[in-house]
């Protein structure tokens, strides 16, 4: 059975017998009654996908904080899908696109524009990850030659004039970086300001510094040094030939040759009484930083020989700072007076109330040494004093030096080849310092020195001089000193 549509523009239509005649009203109130219920089912089924896109109880238009909207974005998109085909299904009004899919869309994008801003970092947070970001640091290095300064060697390296200046005010307190020792190493850290931020130098092989350098005019610098490790070592040894070959055999150090020499200088001449046979034993500091490495100050020494018979040596430091080397009585071995004002090779003519004299062919006295060298070794004063004569002698000495000492005493020193610089009369000199250098001025054969020395204007015998001791331990020291001088001698006594 077929029904044929009713028109509803007022046209009669031609049924069959057999069709159902449907009044008019009726048909209207059908037809109402059909969409009524679409709009309710519509209403519910818009309400029940608002319920579950935002994970609300039903009928409940509340919303939930923040982070439960934040959640709801992480739904399944099937699932808005499957919803959104569910209200669609029970309307009649079927667009291409819905007001309904447009109100979810919305949302969506939405939801999706809340997480972009969550994951987006704050303001003082992108501040801070600024603030931390690194500057290049340029690292500038090198090691000074024969005559190029640190200043020269910057400035050709493209660090500004007014840089390097600042660098030297900052670290003058530490170090003067104009008159660094040639083969010094250095390194100058730069960020990309140009600004040094750190300078590090090895005036040797054994020190190495670091300086910090602040960005601000106030801030103090910092200094660090690279650790130096420190050994005590014991040795002993015999003369063979000398001193300096013997401590090359031992220990491969010319050094420890001159350091010993030093210690014993008031009373050893190494170059004329140190005999084959005679042995010495030494307790030596060994500085190391690295593999490198270098003998520090000698601790204790003991020197024997069959002319000089034993000689001992401790150094000690009391609490005041005052440090020196003294015997085992605790006498200093150092001297009002040096031994001798020079090494030289030999003694050419000694003191003597007559000697003929080679150019002038005559006898007369010879009241001073001569210490026979090669031209232009240096010449020291054998005391601490004071210059009172500075000229050349016409009447045979040549370049003269005198020095005035306590007590007395007074030195000369002729036939220099030249005096040392700056020395003129007047001048305080202390013990060993260079006054002037050997030569053959004035009335003489060869290049030696001729020294002389007087006590209250009259001359005598330098080599037969007692030499009293500069100082010794002080009273209030004693107790420490022989503690100190035992424990050394103990050392030396059963580890060699």
């Known amino acids: 059975m077929s029904i044929k549509r009713y028109s509803t523009f007022g046209k009669k239509c031609n049924c069959n017998s057999n069709a159902i005649h449907i009044p008019k009203k009726a048909k209207k109130k059908l037809t109402s009654t059909k969409k009524g219920l679409l709009g309710i089912l519509a209403i519910v089924f818009i309400f029940l996908a608002i319920a579950l896109l935002f994970n609300i109880p039903f009928l409940s238009l509340g919303l939930e904080d923040r982070e439960k909207k934040i959640d709801n974005q992480k739904l399944d998109k099937s699932s808005v899908e499957a919803n959104s085909q569910i209200v669609l299904a029970g309307s009649d009004a079927a667009h291409n696109e819905s007001e309904f899919e447009r109100g979810l869309k919305d949302i969506t994008e939405d939801l999706e524009k809340i997480n972009i801003r969550e994951e987006q970092p704050a303001d003082g947070e992108l501040k801070l990850r600024y603030q931390q970001k690194e500057k290049n640091i340029r690292v500038i290095s090198g090691q000074l030659k024969a005559g190029e300064t640190l200043y020269q060697y910057l400035v050709k390296n493209d660090i500004s004039p007014a840089e390097v200046l600042r660098l030297q005010e900052k670290v003058h307190s530490v170090v003067d970086i104009s008159y660094l020792n040639i083969g010094t190493k250095f390194a100058v850290h730069c960020d990309d300001d140009g600004e040094i931020v750190q300078f590090d130098y090895q005036p040797n092989q054994l020190d190495a510094y670091q300086i910090k350098i602040p960005s601000t005019e106030m801030a103090n610098i910092e200094v660090t040094k690279d650790e130096i490790f420190r050994e005590i070592v014991c040795f002993e040894g015999e003369i063979e ?47 190391y930083r690295g593999d490198f490495y270098r003998w520090g100050d000698i601790l204790a020494a003991v020197y024997e020989g069959e002319m000089l018979s034993i000689h001992t040596a401790i150094l000690f430091e009391d609490s005041s700072g005052n440090a020196n080397y003294y015997n085992e009585n605790g006498k200093a071995l150092q001297k009002a007076f040096l031994r001798a004002p020079l090494n030289y090779k030999y003694i050419s003519s000694h003191y003597t109330e007559s000697r003929y004299h080679p150019i002038l062919r005559i006898y007369r006295p010879h009241l001073a040494i001569d210490y026979a060298a090669p031209t232009g070794t240096p010449v020291v004063s054998i005391g601490a004093g004071t210059v009172i004569s500075r000229y050349y002698d016409q009447g045979g000495y040549g370049n003269y030096v005198e020095i005035k000492h306590p007590n007395g005493y007074v030195t000369a020193y002729g036939h220099l080849s030249k005096f040392a610089q700056g020395l003129h009369v007047g001048l305080r000199v202390e013990q060993g310092e260079v006054i002037g250098y050997v030569g053959a001025t004035g009335l003489a054969t060869g290049p030696h020195l001729d020294f002389s020395i007087s ?32 424990n050394y001698l103990s050392i030396l006594d059963k580890n060699i």
């Open 241 to 287: 030939t000398s001193l300096y070959q013997s401590m090359l055999d031992y220990c491969n150090s010319g050094q420890l040759a001159v350091q010993l020499a030093e210690i014993f200088a008031w009373d050893i001449d190494f170059l004329t009484e140190c005999q084959p046979g005679d042995t010495f034993k030494l307790i030596v500091e060994k500085l």
């Open 455 to 486: 006590k209250d204007g009259n001359r005598f015998n330098f080599l037969e001089l007692d030499m009293p001791p500069a100082s010794s331990v002080a009273a209030e020291y004693l107790d420490d000193f022989t503690m100190v001088k035992e």
